[in-house]
């Protein structure tokens, strides 16, 4: 089994900054991608940054130029600095690990639970 946990969420003015980071452990050979995923009520999930492990990433078009998605691919993690802050921005994040448990396993997708971000107006 795979675990991610995330932290860094909290309550925010308009302007302000945040950044999130997320954890993986457990039954782990390689980790293809890492990104964050977000959902505001009565909203679908929708990604807001994806890495791959080779560097590659992309970014939704409402986030672009305001925030930044990095990894650490030794420790298993990876972080969200959000910069400029919207009232928008409000949701729940999402880690999500793109990961396989041994050499050749099939890879599968693993979620966190969710941290908070909350973004005054």
């Known amino acids: 089994q795979v675990q991610l946990v995330e932290s860094g969420g909290g309550l925010v003015q308009a302007g302000g900054s945040l950044r999130l980071s997320c954890v993986a452990s457990?039954?782990?050979?390689?980790?293809?991608?890492m990104g964050w995923y977000r959902q505001a009520p009565g909203k679908q999930r929708e990604l807001v940054a994806i890495?791959?492990?080779?560097?590659?990433?992309n970014y939704a078009d409402s986030v672009k130029g305001r925030f930044t998605i990095s990894r650490d691919n030794a420790k298993n993690t990876v972080y969200l600095q959000m910069n400029s802050l919207k009232s928008e921005d409000t949701a729940v994040y999402y880690c999500n690990a793109y990961c396989n448990a041994y050499r050749f396993g099939a890879f599968d997708d693993y979620w966190g639970q969710g941290t908070q971000v909350t973004v005054s107006s």
């Open positions: 457990g039954s782990i050979f390689s980790i293809n991608a």
């Open positions: 890495k791959t492990k080779g560097g590659n990433t």
